[in-house]
Each structure stands twice: as structure tokens, then as C-alpha cells.
């Protein structure tokens, strides 16, 4: 599952690597979307499912949770667990990183490897290294 910052976002990297800007949150979330999100999508462009036990995947900014790749990527390090379908979602293409904070952004967006088919029973999660984030100009 790679993709790339958001050009919202990069703003916000940017102005906080080089302005000395507050990131301004600490955590994200993790959605699946039916569709993949384009490159700077917003929340109201989300194709995510509604109900059926879906909910979005909180996890914290950090080491604790994120590692360099070899590729020069930012990757999970644990594994990514969302809820228990309890009807179907229908067919997961992508995925989007969402900020926590008060007026969330959508921070990243992605292409699943596979498409992902969630049915009443089925726990979908991210392996480790599953979830790859680069800038890729």
C-alpha cells in the first residue's frame, strides 16, 4: 500500500521542518476507501464504508509506530487492525491518512496492492511495512 503526502500536507511538513510551525497533532487515522482517493483529495471525497462495524484506525505519529525504509519511505511498524465487518463493505481499493485535530486533513492517500473484498466476518489489517509513505516528485 504506497502512497503520497497530500499537497495540503506537504505544506504543513514543509512549513514545520523549515518555518519552526507546530505539526499541530499527534495522531492519524487510517481509512479504506471503495475508491482510491485521488492525490488531494478532502474528507467530503472519501468513498469509505458506513456502518457494518467500519470505523476509521487510530495510531500515533512517532517512532513507536513509523521506520525508515530502504527506499528513502515511511512505513508501519506493527501490524494494523481495523474492526470486524459485520455486513459488507464492498471492495477496499485505497486507503487516506487522516490528521487528528480539530479541523482534520486528509494527509496522504493511496492505492491498495490488492483490491480487498470485506465481508460480514473478515478483520482486515495492514501488515507490518504494509503502509509505505514517500515523496515521490
Avoid at 473478515?122 to 516528485?137: E, K, R, S
Amino acid at each position: 500500500m504506497s502512497g503520497t503526502w497530500t499537497l495540503p500536507f506537504r505544506r504543513r511538513l514543509l512549513s514545520t521542518v523549515f518555518l519552526d510551525e507546530p505539526l499541530g497533532f499527534t495522531d492519524f487515522q487510517l481509512c479504506l476507501t471503495r475508491r482510491v482517493p485521488a492525490a488531494n483529495a478532502d474528507l467530503s471525497q472519501l468513498d469509505e464504508p458506513t456502518g457494518m462495524g467500519y470505523s476509521r484506525q487510530q495510531f500515533s505519529v512517532g517512532s513507536a509506530n513509523w521506520q525508515l525504509s530502504a527506499a528513502g519511505e515511511v512505513v508501519n511498524k506493527g501490524l494494523l487492525y481495523f474492526s470486524t465487518a459485520t455486513g459488507t463493505w464492498g471492495v477496499m481499493t485505497g486507503w487516506a491518512l487522516i490528521s487528528v485535530e480539530a479541523t482534520p486533513m486528509v494527509c496522504a492517500v493511496g492505492t491498495l496492492a490488492e483490491p480487498y473484498r470485506v465481508v460480514a466476518g473478515i478483520q482486515p489489517y495492514v501488515p507490518v511495512g504494509g503502509l509505505a509513505v514517500g515523496l515521490y516528485d
